[in-house]
T-cell receptor
Framework: SQQGEEDPQALSIQEGENATMNCSYK?????LQWYRQNSGRGLVHLIL?????REKHSGRLRVTLDTSKKSSSLLITASRAADTASYFC????????????????FGQGTILTVHP | EAQVTQNPRYLITVTGKKLTVTCSQN?????MSWYRQDPGLGLRQIYY???????DKGDVPEGYKVSRKEKRNFPLILESPSPNQTSLYFC?????????????FGPGTRLLVL
């Protein structure tokens, strides 16, 4: 598959719990990005991790990337009801010359529901 | 405020009636792109533009046209819309196409073709 595949497709948790979403892929990538989408609205960028990085943090978000396993995970700690949204991983790939052409290939997303 | 704007936000039209969805960004971004989002299919790229007068097809370009005459604007044109183009459309931009930059998305345009 050219796109990332998120797992699970849906996740339901209580406020305060941690949420982990995974993204697996099959192609070589230059970077992997995570986006959030509130119902029917535009996507908001969360984190970009490059292929030579293994882990990045941003507030309550932690992203890991394992290029040998072609997988990434997004961890949201101490979740809040406001974190309820769909989360997408997007693969940034390059051509043989190393140019990405800005192309991102999106997975189908994980629907996260955080119950108050 | 740095943003990507799209108009209209909602549109109902009939088969065959030409329409244009506008997209504008105020961040002086080189790269702009159009996506459509459909249930079960995720986001798919329609067309992209690496700079003024430079456009290319994405994964699902059939039935669409674009132009990039100015850096800030990237309209999406449906010359003869069909019901299978009913979808949620997003415009996005990023600083450069070269290094896999963060993309900034517009709020979306929900299109219904009858």
């Amino acid at each position: 598959s050219q796109q990332g595949e998120e797992d699970p497709q849906a996740l339901s948790i209580q406020e305060g719990e941690n949420a982990t979403m995974n993204c697996s892929y099959k192609t070589s990538i230059n970077n992997l990005q995570w986006y959030r989408q509130n119902s029917g609205r535009g996507l908001v960028h969360l984190i970009l991790i490059r292929s030579n990085e293994r882990e990045k943090h941003s507030g309550r978000l932690r992203v890991t990337l394992d290029t040998s396993k072609k997988s990434s995970s997004l961890l949201i700690t101490a979740s809040r009801a406001a974190d309820t949204a769909s989360y997408f991983c997007a693969l940034g790939k390059t051509d043989a010359g190393g140019t990405s052409y800005g192309k991102l290939t999106f997975g189908q997303g994980t629907i996260l529901t955080v119950h108050p | 405020e740095a943003q990507v704007t799209q108009n209209p936000r909602y549109l109902i039209t009939v088969t065959g009636k030409k329409l244009t969805v506008t997209c504008s960004q105020n961040m002086n971004h080189e790269y702009m792109s159009w996506y459509r989002q459909d249930p079960g299919l995720g986001l798919r790229q329609i067309y992209y533009s690496m700079n003024v007068e430079v456009t290319d097809k994405g994964d699902v370009p059939e039935g669409y046209k674009v132009s990039r005459k100015e850096k800030r604007n990237f309209p999406l044109i449906l010359e003869s819309p069909s019901p299978n183009q009913t979808s949620l459309y997003f415009c996005a931009s990023s600083l450069s196409y070269r290094f896999g930059e963060t993309q900034y998305f517009g709020p979306g345009t929900r299109l219904l073709v009858l």
